[in-house]
């Protein structure tokens, strides 16, 4: 009987905790795509070429995925609301930077800082729902959270895109720096106390060795390849090259294309929901992620070789890929079918340093070929989309063909 009144008091005390977690994933996904409508002010401000700007827009990326390691460690071992805290008051502290910033240079390292504390959010999310609540209840609040966090794409689509366009790009940064001060503090007035008690049984040395069995199994390369490129053509065509591509195919001003941004959004919120509902799980699940994948890949490549399409052709392209881009909750799902209980955390981790430190390489990537098209006089739009539609084929045919994890075969 204690018991049950026990979590009749929790319960809705974790709900409210958990609303400080969703807080923080929404502006950490305002973060994350934030390049898209700041990078054409940012480029003409420092006088940038497009592969400078490129590198800028993968920095987030690229922090976010190096880190992974350590926040799964860090989680183990301080617990998720300690560490999502303090790791989130890094990003606050760069977004504040990026106000300021002088040169491009020191725009760069505050885009580090945002990327390294941004990078325990997710998976701190995740793993405070699975230690809080009861395992019937995880698929269902953790898809809530990664629906809540795509508001933050939201944000960045007509909202920031107006701030930008009426002011500048340093009066996005204020605003989205403001409200990561409010969510900093919801999460240090909010966290659970005796939470970030959290002990650890393994040494720092063995949680590296655990990793390092994990990515020695058989199937964890095929994860983490398909994991690597499939989130980072989303991200990259969401986050960087479908402004440049709306304005020079289709002659859009910036807040026109911040509303069609804000519909590709608003997709990219619902299409997870969808996704998780249909999912038939076990060895139909890797053929859906497969199929959306390559249907995902199809789309891109058919945007960057439309030329002079009406608009309205246009937007069901772009509409066709938001509402496909939700199959990548499914990796998560897959992950958590092929992995024992005492080692999920460290599997999710590494799949999600694979996911964003490809969505780094795959942007600098595209910067790289945009830049070379145009000294070769080639469409650039053209090269990048056709090597974003690539790289999902290559990581597809790589995740058909390497061994399965076992529980899989």
Do not use: H
Not at 136 to 156: E, K, N, Q, W
Not at 385 to 401: D, E, I, N, P, T
């Amino acid at each position: 009987m204690s018991d049950q009144v026990k979590a009749s008091t929790v319960a809705p005390l974790k709900y409210f905790q958990l609303s400080a977690f969703v807080a923080v994933y929404i502006l950490s996904n305002v973060f994350r795509t934030l390049p898209a409508v700041v990078a054409p002010g940012i480029g003409q401000d420092f006088a940038l070429s497009i592969q400078s700007v490129g590198y800028f827009s993968a920095a987030y990326n690229f922090a976010f995925g190096a880190m992974q390691l350590f926040v799964g460690i860090a989680i183990d071992r301080f617990g998720p609301g300690r560490t999502v805290t303090w790791s989130f008051a890094v990003a606050t502290f760069g977004s504040f930077l990026s106000c300021i910033a002088p040169n491009f240079p020191i725009l760069l390292v505050s885009q580090v800082l945002i990327g390294i504390g941004c990078s325990a959010v997710f998976l701190g999310s995740l793993v405070f729902v699975s230690k809080y609540f009861s395992p019937d209840r995880f698929a269902v609040l953790s898809g809530l959270v990664l629906g809540l966090g795509g508001l933050g794409m939201l944000i960045t689509a007509t909202p920031l895109a107006y701030v930008v366009e009426m002011w500048s790009w340093r009066a996005a940064f204020i605003v989205v720096s403001l409200a990561a001060v409010f969510a900093i503090a919801a999460c240090f007035l909010w966290v659970d106390k005796k939470e970030v008690q959290t002990t650890a049984q393994e040494t720092v040395g063995q949680s590296f060795r655990l990793v390092g069995s994990l990515l020695r199994r058989r199937g964890t390369v095929a994860i983490l390849l398909l994991g690597g490129v499939c989130y980072a053509c989303m991200i990259s065509f969401r986050g960087f090259w479908i402004v440049p591509f709306l304005s020079e195919r289709q002659g859009l001003s910036l807040i026109q294309s911040g509303n069609v941004v804000l519909v590709l959004s608003v997709l990219m919120t619902l299409s997870p929901f969808v996704f998780g509902w249909i999912d038939p799980g076990g060895k139909s699940r890797r053929y859906l992620i497969v199929a959306s994948a390559l249907a995902m890949s199809v789309g891109v490549l058919w945007l960057g070789f439309s030329y002079q399409k009406p608009l309205t052709t246009t937007l069901i392209g772009i509409v066709a890929i938001g509402a496909l881009s939700g199959f990548t909750i499914l990796q998560y799902a897959d992950v958590r079918s092929s992995y024992e209980p005492a080692v999920i955390g460290r599997a999710l981790s590494l799949l999600n340093m694979s996911v964003f430190l490809g969505a780094a390489i795959v942007q600098m990537m595209t910067a790289v070929v945009s830049d070379l098209a145009v000294s070769g006089d080639a469409d650039s739009l053209q090269w990048v989309f056709l090597s974003l539609s690539s790289v999902v084929v290559v990581g597809c045919v790589g995740f058909c063909l390497l061994p399965a994890p076992p529980k899989l075969s």
